[in-house]
């Protein structure tokens, strides 16, 4: 009996060790699973007016890019949030001149405290939209047509 109870010690923490490493092996990182909720939201998310408040400086130990600081109103309610955009390049280097600026904000209407300016398929702020829809719609680039020759 001793050794049955022995076995099935062994085989239930090898268990949990096994289900252990597949959840490390799986497990997904920061900046993949804030891409998600992004898209998330855009996908279900629904439009309202806001502001960007001011654009708060990376800390330690923190996310490496720049962070606006926004507010917006659902249902009479003022929320305040922060979205990193050190994932789009365009909004990232604009970032500094945004404070004040009004913007849509798109959220989650089963829960208003999850929203985001932008994501990688739609954005919020009014001057940088047109300039990422021609960005998604411009041809690569080509290199100059060799000169044509004259008689």
Same mark, same amino acid.
């Given at each position: 009996?001793?050794?049955?109870?022995?076995?099935?010690?062994?085989?239930?923490?090898?268990?949990?060790?096994?289900w252990?490493?597949?959840r490390?092996?799986?497990?997904e990182?920061?900046?993949?699973i804030?891409r998600?909720?992004?898209?998330?939201?855009?996908?279900?998310?629904?439009?309202?007016?806001g502001?960007?408040?001011?654009?708060?400086?990376?800390?330690?130990?923190?996310?490496?890019? /720049?962070? &606006?600081?926004?507010?917006?109103?659902? !249902?009479?309610?003022?929320? =305040?949030?922060?979205? @990193?955009?050190? %994932?789009?390049?365009?909004?990232?280097?604009?970032?500094?001149?945004?404070?004040g600026?009004?913007t849509?904000?798109?959220?989650?209407?089963?829960?208003?405290?999850?929203?985001?300016?932008?994501?990688?398929?739609?954005?919020?702020? /009014?001057? &940088?939209?047109?300039?990422r829809?021609? !960005?998604?719609?411009?041809? =690569?680039?080509?290199? @100059?047509?060799? %000169?044509?020759?004259?008689?």
């Amino acid at each position: 009996m001793g050794i049955g109870v022995a076995g099935a010690a062994t085989i239930a923490l090898a268990g949990v060790a096994g289900w252990k490493a597949v959840r490390r092996w799986r497990r997904e990182n920061p900046d993949e699973i804030e891409r998600l909720r992004r898209n998330e939201v855009n996908a279900c998310g629904r439009i309202g007016f806001g502001r960007i408040l001011e654009l708060a400086e990376p800390v330690p130990d923190g996310p490496a890019g /720049p962070i &606006l600081l926004y507010e917006y109103e659902v !249902a009479g309610v003022t929320y =305040e949030a922060a979205q @990193n955009v050190s %994932a789009m390049a365009e909004i990232a280097a604009a970032a500094p001149f945004l404070p004040g600026q009004t913007t849509s904000v798109k959220y989650d209407p089963k829960q208003p405290t999850n929203s985001i300016l932008a994501c990688e398929a739609w954005c919020g702020i /009014p001057d &940088l939209e047109p300039q990422r829809k021609a !960005a998604a719609e411009r041809p =690569e680039e080509t290199p @100059n047509p060799p %000169a044509e020759k004259t008689p």
